[in-house]
T-cell receptor, first 113, second 116 residues
Framework: TQLLEQSPQFLSIQEGENLTVYCNSSSVFSSLQWYRQEPGEGPVLLVTVVTGGEVKKLKRLTFQFGDARKDSSLHITAAQPGDTGLYLCAGARIYNQGGKLIFGQGTELSVKP | NAGVMQNPRHLVRRRGQEARLRCSPMKGHSHVYWYRQLPEEGLKFMVY????????ESGMPKERFSAEFPKEGPSILRIQQVVRGDSAAYFC??????????????FGAGTRLSVL
């Protein structure tokens, strides 16, 4: 059972376009993290969202955590070729005790010049 | 500050051999996690350890796989009698003691295991 559904799985766009990646679940998460992974490397943390309704911005990237803490989105404005990579959402379900992250399947983004 | 260090980066084993993967967490981090990433799949949790303790091993295969995080030295993921299906990228992550709702995990570059 996939607890975090991430969509789309693949996205190929032209430089300058906007895009949104979605991460949905029927389960509540205490926090949700977004990572970016390059080929041959490990995931690199982009942001952590904790509060329902929270919005965080990182330059051209905007992250939102749903009010019910069951879903999240990543929006990229004016995408650039350097944004190309695998984007992963990951949720934590155990409050204040550490524990495993549950990952979505990932979104493979390709931005063409 | 050094990040999470994993070695080796690449490991080739023949069927039936043992694979030992090492992970040194970030300085000050006492929690270590192991994940496996199969080709075309997302990361799957394997095991969560603190110093000298296994906290959650619900993602570990029942046989051939074991993990430890001793009082001194790196965490070790050990795979005995490897089979071709064990070929994957194995990632280690570490986190500081968790406070509040955050569970921020930082990942190493991974070990790519190839079983011939």
């Amino acid at each position: 059972t996939q607890l975090l559904e991430q969509s789309p799985q693949f996205l190929s766009i032209q430089e300058g376009e906007n895009l949104t990646v979605y991460c949905n679940s029927s389960s509540v998460f205490s926090s949700l993290q977004w990572y970016r992974q390059e080929p041959g490397e490990g995931p690199v943390l982009l942001v952590t969202v904790v509060t329902g309704g929270e919005v965080k911005k990182l330059k051209r990237l905007t992250f939102q955590f749903g009010d019910a803490r069951k879903d999240s989105s990543l929006h990229i404005t004016a995408a650039q070729p350097g944004d190309t990579g695998l984007y992963l959402c990951a949720g934590a379900r155990i409050y204040n005790q550490g524990g495993k992250l549950i990952f979505g399947q990932g979104t493979e983004l390709s931005v063409k010049p | 500050n050094a990040g999470v260090m994993q070695n080796p980066r690449h490991l080739v084993r023949r069927r039936g051999q043992e694979a030992r993967l090492r992970c040194s967490p970030m300085k000050g981090h006492s929690h270590v996690y192991w994940y496996r990433q199969l080709p075309e799949e997302g990361l799957k949790f394997m095991v969560y350890l603190q110093k000298e303790n296994i906290i959650d091993e619900s993602g570990m295969p029942k046989e051939r796989f074991s993990a430890e995080f001793p009082k001194e030295g790196p965490s070790i993921l050990r795979i005995q009698q490897v089979v071709r299906g064990d070929s994957a990228a194995y990632f280690c992550a570490s986190s500081p003691p968790v406070t509040g709702a955050k569970n921020i995990q930082y990942f190493g570059a991974g070990t790519r295991l190839s079983v011939l």
